[in-house]
């Protein structure tokens, strides 16, 4: 059962933030590249 006394603000604390910050970063990088790069799948039309 879910604590009231814990709260978010513990929660947060509890978060590896360098990892959630590596993560999202690499995210975009690929995005980036993906967006640039084009899907190999995805054929350009006439």
Known sequence: ??????GVSATMG?????VVVSTAGLSAVLSILTSVAG????EKGD
């Open 39 to 42: 899907l190999p799948e995805v």
């Open 1 to 6: 059962m879910y604590q009231r006394g814990r």
């Open 14 to 18: 509890d978060v590896n933030w360098g």
